[in-house]
């Protein structure tokens, strides 16, 4: 176990800033044009990929009873993330509208990589900031999360998906058997929605209409709307459309991810809508060293369902007994799922092999693979 003193270093912290490489790496493209706007999402897909084969796995643990002050360094990278984001983005956008040297294709690929920037690196910074307690982080998450107009991401995530993964009301747990092109429109309807109608319930109970200013939609809209509004005061309407595009290419990126995460593990069904308590094995792992740096241990998901409050450098690992293990971090999962027949031949098999691990009792999967067993209570 790794003691707080020694967590609390600034070089204990140090490789998870690793993550800071992709803002150089974006201009270089921008400015070069070329092959060289294909730096960001080499970097991101296969660079950290191929490190996780030289540095192996990493499940050492820290002591998860760290106190707040020793966690300083890890506290700052995802705040200081925030404006560095935002300057990139929005500087990319005036540079590159009016860019000469770049022709229309290359301007695609500036801000399809730093989509890939702000899908791996910002929303996966948004997310530990929004399971924070204090307003300001909240905000800070806010503010990235309308940068690729995702910000119900927050509403979702907290108020469904923590609360039902694993059950049919769970829009992100993906079903056995789903191809992620199937998975892809479903989840970007459903989330929605779904995260609409948790917000309006939590005001209905206070007897609000969903219209009150305190449903969260409201600073959503007005966000979303500022970050497109700077998006075309800096570029006119093409700034827009690259604003856009890099949006979408973020929230395919998190989307590919949040299919990973739990393709195919479901909570049982003890009857009458009620339903197991999340444990560790309700999430894939994956201890893969240089990726959990980039991704700031999103990988050891199973800790993090399991204790939803821990900061990411307090997360645990968990061994093949206790949560399920994914071959490969997540950026070789998400090209996997790209492939659906891949996919479902390396990963079905250890589906199958997880129910049959923890669930030997359950012989009729039928329900659980279409979702038809009943929502939970």
Partial sequence: MIPAQTLGKATSAM????SFVLIPLVWIGAVKGGL????????????????????GLNTENADPETGEEHL??????????????????????????????????EKVGVFFGTGVMTGTVGIVYAHELLHQRNARERWLGDILLAMVLYSHFRSEHLLVHHRYVGTPRDP????????????????????????????????????????????PFWRYWGLQGAMLAL????????????????????????????????????????????????????SWNAAHKATNWLMINLQRHSDHHYKPDR???????????EAPQLPYGYPLMAILAMIPPLWR??????????????????????????ARTPLPR
């Fill in 72 to 105: 300083y360094w890890y506290k700052l990278l995802t705040q200081i993330w925030v404006p560095i984001q935002c300057v990139t983005l929005f500087g990319l956008i005036a540079y590159v509208s009016g860019a000469q040297h770049l022709d229309t294709l």
């Fill in 311 to 321: 900061r990411f450098p307090l997360l645990q690992n968990y061994a093949e007994a």
């Fill in 15 to 18: 490789p998870f800033f690793l």
């Fill in 172 to 215: 992100v747990t993906a079903r056995y058997n789903e191809g992620f092109h199937r998975f892809y429109p479903r989840v970007l309807r459903q989330s929605l929605l779904s995260s609409f109608k948790a917000e309006r319930d939590m005001l209905a109970r206070k007897g609000r209409p969903w219209h009150d200013l305190g449903n």
């Fill in 36 to 55: 060289w706007i294909l730096l960001t999402p080499l970097c991101t897909w296969y660079l950290f990929s191929a490190i996780d084969i030289l540095v």
């Fill in 345 to 370: 031949r390396i990963m079905n098999p250890k589906v199958r092999a997880w129910r049959k691990r923890y669930y030997p009792e359950i012989t009729d999967w039928s329900d659980y693979n279409k």
């Fill in 231 to 282: 998006a075309g005061l800096l570029g006119g309407w093409g700034g827009v459309l690259l604003f856009v595009l890099q949006a979408g290419v973020a929230i395919w990126q998190l989307e590919v991810v949040n299919y990973v995460e739990h393709y195919g593990l479901t909570r049982k069904h003890l009857g009458e809508g009620k339903y197991e308590h999340v444990l560790p094995r309700h």
